[in-house]
């Protein structure tokens, strides 16, 4: 569930910076041909005042002006410069050619924007032709698309930076719904299997309880009658001592303090645990590898293999083994345990994990078992941050690998 939420996150983020970058584009595409126009119009306008100056004060107008941001040129009717505020006119080339002089000439005013290479950036003109037949020319960079995103930076910042916000509450709102729905979901399926696993030996205790009470038992079958009572009984004790320990995972509230463990004794002590069940079922139960110690939760760590070791032998195949290794691999601790059992398929590699999932139930009713061993590995391993790898071969065996 973690790995789908990050999954969302980003593509929730993904798609709305996506969006984001698109709107930005078409805004500074549109921002941009404004402020071009309205640099145009200011220029103009002051391409016309200077203008004004010149026919009233001559180039003693200009001169005295020769500070301003604006490129200033003063044109006479053949093109030839008179007055340039940044170039020496003798040095410059005929204007007649220009765009915005043959406009100003013909129509009384002109405007362009092209590269100069002159003041090497791309450039506005403005020129102007005065009663005397010259023409006022100004001139001024035309902002980049560039240097205006600079300019909105900060505000694009803080949109963005408060769109994300937004995208990872309205994320974690929506999966913490999901979770809710979900957990709700398991919490109903966990009460209904509880239910039914709960019932099924309490029907056969009474059942046989109401055979010996009326007296339908015979004398030499009361012992076999009063042995399938106690082992109903065993069962349910087992499966409200696993669905205790679930809960416990589940709340956090197992005892998580920390102790130096060794795996190969704490094997040892699984063998020991489970050799009457072994030989009941003729199975053999093997330990290799070597000493191995770890920091962990020792009762935790006991559950895990006892439980692997515990299905192991109740899906192991008549005179089969169960091998439990103990070993490091590249200096993490680990244990497996390997049966010659009926396997487990592909597709059920993960769903074996979930509560009350059996593989094969009719294999699974035969055996006994509260359906509750796996989930109990997957939570003890989570809390020691350990991976589970299963591999199996049908009709052949499985190996389950914890790796810490």
């Known amino acids: 569930m973690q790995r789908n939420?990050?999954?969302?996150?980003?593509?929730?983020?993904?798609?709305?910076?996506?969006?984001?970058?698109l709107s930005v584009s078409v805004i500074m595409s549109v921002l941009y041909n404004h402020?071009?126009?309205?640099?145009?119009?200011?220029?103009?306008?002051?391409?016309q005042m200077v203008a004004q100056g010149v026919l009233h004060e001559g180039v003693s107008y200009l001169e005295a002006i020769e500070g301003q941001e604006y490129r200033i040129t003063w044109i006479d009717g053949d093109g030839q410069v008179l007055f340039d505020n940044q170039n020496s006119p003798y040095e410059m080339e005929n204007h007649l050619e220009r765009e915005e002089i043959i406009n100003a000439l013909s129509d009384g005013y002109g405007s362009s924007q092209r590269y100069s290479a002159t003041m090497m950036e791309k450039m506005l003109y403005s020129a102007y032709k005065i009663p005397d037949g010259t023409i006022i020319r100004l001139a001024m960079p035309q902002s980049t698309i560039f240097s205006l995103l600079w300019k909105m930076a900060g505000p694009i910042a803080i949109v963005l930076f408060v769109l994300i916000a937004v995208c990872i509450f309205i994320s974690h709102k929506?999966?913490?719904?999901?979770?809710?729905?979900?957990?709700?979901?398991?919490?109903?399926?966990?009460?209904?299997?509880v239910s039914h696993e709960l019932k099924s030996p309490l029907h056969v205790i009474s059942g046989y309880a109401e055979l010996i009470e009326n007296g339908m038992v015979m004398p030499e079958d009361t012992e076999l009658f009063a042995k399938k009572i106690r082992n109903e009984v065993q069962r349910m004790i087992q499966l409200i001592q696993d669905i205790i320990t679930l809960s416990r995972l589940d709340e956090s509230k197992e005892n998580m303090t920390m102790y130096e463990v060794n795996l190969y004794q704490l094997a040892l002590g699984v063998k020991e645990k489970l050799s009457?069940?072994?030989e009941k079922n003729n199975i053999t139960i093997e330990i290799i590898g070597q000493q191995v110690t770890m920091k962990g939760?020792?009762?935790?760590?006991?559950?895990?293999?006892y439980n692997l070791c515990d299905n192991a032998i109740k899906y192991n195949s008549q005179y089969g083994?169960?091998?439990?290794?103990?070993?490091?691999?590249?200096?993490?601790?680990?244990?497996?345990v390997r049966d010659t059992g009926i396997g487990i398929a592909k597709s059920d590699y993960q769903r074996i994990f979930e509560r009350f999932y059996r593989v094969d139930k009719s294999h699974s009713k035969a055996v006994g078992g509260t359906g509750l061993g796996l989930s109990i590995v997957k939570h003890a391993a989570k809390l020691h941050n350990a991976k589970i790898e299963v591999d199996s071969i049908i009709g052949e065996g499985t190996l389950i690998t914890v790796k810490f």
Do not use: C, W
């Open 5 to 21: 939420l990050k999954v969302n996150i980003f593509v929730l983020i993904g798609v709305a910076i996506a969006g984001f970058i």
């Open 35 to 47: 402020f071009t126009e309205v640099q145009q119009s200011q220029l103009k306008m002051q391409t």
């Open 174 to 193: 929506a999966t913490r719904k999901a979770d809710e729905e979900e957990n709700e979901a398991m919490r109903r399926e966990f009460t209904a299997n």
């Open 276 to 278: 009457l069940t072994a």
């Open 297 to 305: 939760i020792p009762h935790l760590l006991s559950s895990m293999l």
């Open 321 to 336: 083994t169960v091998v439990i290794e103990v070993n490091e691999d590249y200096g993490r601790p680990m244990f497996s």
